[in-house]
């Protein structure tokens, strides 16, 4: 399994083997195992590996090369994300094998990852392993920074990241915008209605009281740094708990009219629906409800 992940990545499978070799060891002191065995029950021999190291143990260390690796290559290679280029091998590889044959690896790049050459320069395998999936984008991305040494496509992934990076720059700020002016038009409101929240003798009124300046500071926090993903996240976040709040003084008063909720449950699942919507569209982001999102559609 770990030659199977991390074959090509050399700095994880070493940390991978060292890590191994030591659980071997220590199972392998005298009366260790004996005692083990008495602390976990009779079972025990069915938890390792080979008889040798406990299953959990083989995961925990398979998991730190999962996480060394994503910590190396992301900090070292410019663009380059872990999380990105897993779950696209992940979703190729349907059937899974643990590796992608050439076909499955240019639809990969090409659909899931946005690449339109052929990888020229680098070779195609007959099996493309995790770790040769991930060395095929660690390559694509080092080409595609500055002063990279580049390779026949480098020039498009270079223009590809340039664009992709104005675009992002583009649409926050034009998220900035949108949330300061719908802030602007609650401003006043919102200082009504903290003044009311202060004044409540009601111990929740207080902690929805330091919910919202929280969200309001960090709202003015981002927008002073002028970070559109971030104010609009606190903003958005904001909204949310001022309208759990009205749930909860609606509960309490009651008199909730059937007209009125079936107004604005559908008003939210609405928003929900485009949100999932957007989520399923991208490859980092959400479920893939597919058919289920669509009968959701269609029911509405």
């Known amino acids: 399994v770990a030659e199977l992940m991390f074959g090509d990545l050399p700095k994880a499978l070493a940390l991978v083997k060292a890590e191994l070799e030591k659980a071997t ?3 392998q002191a005298p009366g260790f195992l004996d005692e083990f065995s008495v602390s976990i029950g009779p079972s025990v021999q069915g938890d390792f590996v080979d008889g040798k190291v406990a299953t959990e143990q083989v995961v925990r260390i398979l998991l730190e090369g999962w996480r060394m690796s994503a910590l190396l290559l992301e900090q070292s290679v410019p663009g380059f994300s872990w999380r990105r280029v897993l779950l696209t091998f992940i979703q190729a590889d349907i059937v899974g094998r643990g590796w992608l ?15 339109r050459d052929d990888g020229e320069g680098l070779r195609l395998l007959e099996q493309t392993s995790l770790g040769a999936f991930v060395f095929r984008e660690v390559h694509r991305c080092s080409s595609a920074a500055p002063g990279g040494a580049g390779y026949p496509g480098g020039d498009h992934a270079r223009a590809l990241v340039a664009r992709k990076a104005k675009a992002e720059s583009a649409a926050a700020e034009a998220c900035l915008k949108v949330t300061q002016a719908c802030f602007g038009s609650l401003e006043q409101m919102l200082a009504v209605y903290l003044s009311w929240l202060m004044h409540s003798d009601q111990l929740g009124d207080l902690a929805v009281y330091h919910s919202v300046k929280s969200r309001m500071y960090g709202f003015r926090k981002a927008s002073e740094s002028a970070d559109g993903g971030l104010s609009s996240h606190h903003f958005r976040c904001l909204l949310l708990v001022l309208l759990a709040h009205q749930f909860d003084v609606q509960l309490q008063r009651g008199g909730l009219a059937a007209e009125h909720l079936d107004w604005e449950l559908r008003c939210l699942i609405s928003v929900l629906r485009e949100n999932w919507r957007r989520g399923a569209a991208s490859v980092e982001a959400g479920p893939e409800f597919a058919a289920e999102l669509d ?3 269609e029911q509405g």
Do not use: K, N, T
Not at 101 to 115: I, K, L
């Open 101 to 115: 044959d050439p076909h499955e690896v240019r639809d990969a790049e090409a659909r899931r990852s946005g690449y």
């Open 295 to 297: 009968a959701l559609d």
């Open 25 to 27: 060891a220590q199972l």
